[in-house]
């Protein structure tokens, strides 16, 4: 089955810096790489997604990069305020809707 | 307006005693899903549900069990709770091939 690592667990950046989360997933089959935000306390929110037909993705300070040969996958994260401090993870599955299976979550701090 | 509603949002129940979650969607999704997320954990699938066929991981205890009577409704159950079963229950939707999944608010367990 399929198994994604993500890095780091946690992240601590200066506020207006850039931040950057990495996952590798094992699946060749997998074609749908979702980014989710969870404040504490909160449900996972979908913050951007990337389909295995397309290389980079981007809205506004937020943009996904995907190497499918490598198998791994980016969230980039610029101009960073406090209210992007959350536990982000990263996710792989199969458009068909079947499972999708998370990274282990990175804790953002941004720090003022 | 909310899409995926779990029911209800924390819940206390004793060790063994048997507990219900509910989960209802408006969004006509065929396919459901039931997570299990402990306090710094990734979320882990337990089951989903493409339309009525249901699909068991692996790693999913017997203890837990699920249903769902209708496209709008599905149940996760508990047959014998363990002080290891206490934690966020995240309920899931997605329309097949999309692979974009919807939570719902989570249900918080605590076992005593």
């Known amino acids: 089955g399929e198994n994604v690592e993500q890095h780091p667990s946690t992240l601590s950046v200066q506020e207006g810096d850039s931040a950057v989360i990495k996952c590798t997933y094992s699946d060749s089959a997998s074609n749908y790489f979702p980014w989710y935000k969870q404040e504490l306390g909160k449900r996972p929110q979908l913050i951007i997604d990337?389909?295995?037909?397309?290389g980079e993705k981007k809205d506004q300070r937020i943009a996904v990069t995907l190497n499918k040969t490598a198998k791994h996958f980016s969230l980039h994260i610029t101009e960073t305020q406090p209210e992007d401090s959350a536990v982000y993870f990263c996710?792989?599955?199969?458009?068909?809707?079947?499972?999708?299976?998370f990274g282990q979550g990175t804790r953002l701090t941004i720090n003022p | 307006d909310a899409m995926v509603i779990q029911n209800p949002r924390y819940q206390v129940t004793q060790f063994g005693k048997p507990v219900t979650l509910s989960c209802s969607q408006t969004l006509n999704h065929n396919v459901m899903y039931w997570y299990q997320q402990k306090s710094s954990q990734a979320p882990k699938l337990l089951f989903h549900y493409y339309d009525k066929d249901f699909n068991n991981e692996a790693d999913t205890p017997d203890n837990f069990q699920s249903r769902r009577p209708n496209t709008s409704f599905c149940f996760l159950d508990i047959r014998s709770p363990g002080l290891g079963d206490a934690a966020m229950y995240l309920c899931?939707?997605?329309?097949?091939?999309?692979?974009?999944?919807?939570f719902g608010q989570g249900t918080r367990l605590t076992v005593v």
């Open positions: 899931a939707t997605s329309r097949a091939g999309t692979g974009e999944a919807f």
């Open positions: 990337i389909r295995s037909n397309v």
């Open positions: 996710a792989a599955g199969g458009q068909g809707a079947q499972k999708l299976v």
